[in-house]
T-cell receptor, first 112, second 117 residues
Framework: AQSVTQLGSHVSVSEGALVLLRCNYS??????LFWYVQYPNQGLQLLLK??????LVKGINGFEAEFKKSETSFHLTKPSAHMSDAAEYFC??????????FGDGTTLTVKP | EAQVTQNPRYLITVTGKKLTVTCSQN?????MSWYRQDPGLGLRQIYY???????DKGDVPEGYKVSRKEKRNFPLILESPSPNQTSLYFC????????????????FGEGSRLTVL
């Protein structure tokens, strides 16, 4: 069975600082990995996805993530946080049957 | 505009009163799925459908039913709701089935907040 672990349910950074949100996964086959963002009172929207092409994936709003098979990780980063980045972030993995598993989410707070 | 539409957005009901949450997408997507979101638990998949007349259980299917008679619609049915089904529900759709599963972006509806008293 596949699983996703997001380390840290809450992360707080200052505006302009590096954002690092951690995600580790377990999957029995090469996975498809995703990061989604949820703003208050909204549905989720895709930030970026890994589907076995380049291991460094660039997404929207300046975010990127690196797939590291040896570490089973897919951490999300952004060099410089902006106030508008405050939201909840979810890492997700998809398996061979189309079943999707999400992490518990990380709430990002950006301090002025 | 490409979208996933859920109704109702908000609902308060009582234990045992059957209800249906509708979901419709206008993107001709094969794949559709239902999730529930609870604080600290992320999103948990209830049911999903790879195409018309094909549905499968997710991680938390107990107490729910679905059907996929048409490509665009994927209603979620609670035959006898209970208070532990109080939650925020999301419908999502996607395309792009790869060799190892769903590679595509999930498009989410805006959510349906259900309270069962």
């Amino acid at each position: 069975a596949q699983s996703v672990t997001q380390l840290g349910s809450h992360v707080s950074v200052s505006e302009g600082a590096l954002v690092l949100l951690r995600c580790n996964y377990s999957s029995s086959v090469p996975p498809y990995l995703f990061w989604y963002v949820q703003y208050p009172n909204q549905g989720l929207q895709l930030l970026l996805k890994y589907t076995s092409a380049a291991t460094l994936v660039k997404g929207i709003n300046g975010f990127e993530a690196e797939f590291k098979k040896s570490e089973t990780s897919f951490h999300l980063t952004k060099p410089s946080a902006h106030m508008s980045d405050a939201a909840e972030y979810f890492c997700a993995v998809s398996d061979v049957a189309g079943k999707s598993t999400f992490g518990d989410g990380t709430t990002l707070t950006v301090k002025p | 505009e490409a979208q996933v539409t859920q109704n109702p957005r908000y609902l308060i009901t009582v234990t045992g009163k059957k209800l249906t949450v509708t979901c419709s997408q206008n993107m001709n997507h094969e794949y559709m799925s239902w999730y529930r979101q609870d604080p600290g638990l992320g999103l948990r998949q209830i049911y999903y459908s790879m195409n018309v007349e094909v549905t499968d259980k997710g991680d938390v299917p107990e107490g729910y039913k679905v059907s996929r008679k048409e490509k665009r619609n994927f209603p979620l049915i609670l035959e006898s709701p209970s208070p532990n089904q109080t939650s925020l529900y999301f419908c999502a759709s996607s395309t792009q089935q790869g060799r190892y599963g769903n590679t595509g972006e999930l498009f989410f509806g805006e959510g349906s907040r259900l309270t069962v008293l």
